[in-house]
């Protein structure tokens, strides 16, 4: 089993909505969880060789389980469709993590936060810890239909008019007015937004007057393509080794042919499995994790999707 991996067992499968249920896993050596953090995710090791993150639903620390939502994607490659028709409580599997991308500001004194569909999960941990902390805070919760809303009947029992709901499906398909609320948002308050790619693009559109510590978004899928316009060469510095990387490669390809073990998870730029120190050169950014002040300091990059501009990238390897 790689390093970081965790023995797991699926303990429960709640049905949280339409095509969307809640998958609770424990140590299989009874034993507790790694604390996480509100915004946290954990890669599912699945039977199926593939590898999927998902949002934790709770955070804490040292807790008994994790559970995730997985809505069934009907484009799924694999992983959510997988989890649906195949995944069997008692079933084993290895878990990696938790990580977190999508920190919650827990300082802030408002919060405002935007989810779509089954992005609902960090959204609701974060909305837990909130409401421990006695923080103030807002949810605008974009579903297709009161059917595919997961934790409805919470959300409104407990937040009242905190929460504003959209149904796209009673609305004529008319999605949230993301400007008119980030505008009117107080002075102050941090914005989160979690969701489907289309409502992240106009989340990003909406916030982009605003400083960008205010700002957070967890991406699940590459907005980007991985840098693969080589002609370069990294240098490991601690393994003292020089890499030439061609044209039509990535670093993370030619890390691999030259027998170089590294940590990877997604390999798309969202997880944050193979941030790695640069020591120097210019790294050409591709993911989706580092902040527009952390790329332009560039003290990490995420190998597995960016490049270099740079004719020499040294890397802490
Ligand atoms: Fe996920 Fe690189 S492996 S960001």
Redesign the pocket.
């Known amino acids: 089993m790689p390093d970081g991996l965790m023995k797991a067992r699926l303990t429960a499968i709640r049905y949280a909505a339409h095509e969307t249920n809640l998958y609770e896993f424990r140590r299989l050596d009874g034993g507790r969880w790694p604390s996480a953090t509100p915004g946290a995710h954990i890669d599912l090791h699945l039977p199926n060789g593939m590898m999927r993150q998902y949002s934790l639903v709770h955070a804490g620390d040292a807790p008994e389980v994790y559970v995730v939502g997985v809505k069934r994607d009907r484009t799924s490659r694999g992983g959510s469709k997988f989890m649906h028709e195949q995944l069997r409580v008692g079933e084993e599997l290895d878990i990696g993590g938790p990580r977190n991308n999508f920190p919650l500001n827990e300082t802030a004194t408002n919060s405002i936060l935007f989810a779509g569909g089954i992005g609902i999960t960090p959204i609701m941990c974060m909305i837990e810890r909130l409401e421990t902390l006695g923080r103030s805070w807002k949810l605008y919760y974009s579903c297709r239909s009161r059917a595919e809303t997961a934790f409805l009947r919470e959300l409104r029992d407990m937040a009242g008019d905190r929460v504003v709901f959209n149904f796209d499906e009673e609305n004529g398909g008319k999605f949230l007015d993301l400007g008119a609320i980030a505008a009117s948002a107080p002075v102050g308050a941090h914005l989160y937004c979690c969701g489907p790619t289309p409502m992240l693009k106009a989340f990003e559109a909406a916030t982009a007057s605003l400083p960008r510590d205010r700002v957070h978004i967890e991406y699940f899928t590459a907005a980007e393509a991985a840098a693969t316009e080589g002609g370069f060469v990294v240098e490991l510095r601690r393994s003292k080794r020089e890499i030439a990387v061609p044209p039509g490669k990535s670093i993370l390809e030619m890390l691999r042919e030259a027998g170089v073990e590294v940590t990877?998870?997604?390999?798309?730029?969202?997880?944050?499995?193979?941030e790695t120190t640069v020591i120097s050169g210019t790294p050409d950014h591709r993911?989706m994790?580092l902040t527009a002040s952390e790329r332009a300091a560039s003290k990490t990059m995420?190998i597995?999707?960016s490049g270099s501009k740079s004719e020499r990238l040294v890397l802490d390897l």
Do not use: L, Q, R
């Open positions: 990877t998870s997604c390999e798309e730029g969202v997880c944050g499995a193979c993911d994790i995420m597995c999707c």
